[in-house]
Nanobody
Framework: VQLQASGGGLVQAGGSLRLSCAASGRTLSRHTTGWFRQAPGKEREFVANMRRSAYGGTGSYADSVKGRFIISRDNPKNTVYLQMNSLQFDDTATYYC???????????????????WGQGTLVTVSS
């Protein structure tokens, strides 16, 4: 399984970016996909996830990004996106996409819930 994350960069506070995560080896619509981020000196934290289509394909968000970030999926392209709006300085981090091999009953917001990880893409928000 390979996950290729892209779309990071430098943006001013209040701006927007769209991250992409292209997958091979797994059909994303059949798996829960997540975005996590890790800022320097901090632990990796949950950002958003999207359930597999069989469970509604719904998205969940961390409170810190709710209302600003949107997770979506393009099934023909086997790609998951994270649209990030109204970016804040505290959003600065390396963002990782991840795929879970199994569907779990819980909210699936822990890093341990996911089995495959992309290489990360850096988002820097200037104040």
């Amino acid at each position: 399984v390979q996950l290729q994350a892209s779309g990071g960069g430098l943006v001013q506070a209040g701006g927007s970016l769209r991250l992409s995560c292209a997958a091979s080896g797994r059909t994303l619509s059949r798996h829960t996909t997540g975005w996590f981020r890790q800022a320097p000196g901090k632990e990796r934290e949950f950002v958003a996830n999207m359930r597999r289509s069989a469970y509604g394909g719904t998205g969940s968000y961390a409170d810190s990004v709710k209302g600003r970030f949107i997770i979506s999926r393009d099934n023909p392209k086997n790609t998951v996106y994270l649209q990030m709006n109204s970016l804040q300085f505290d959003d600065t981090a390396t963002y990782y996409c991840a795929v879970a091999e199994r569907h779990l009953a819980g909210p699936m917001i822990r890093a341990d819930d996911f089995d495959y990880w992309g290489q990360g893409t850096l988002v820097t928000v200037s104040s």
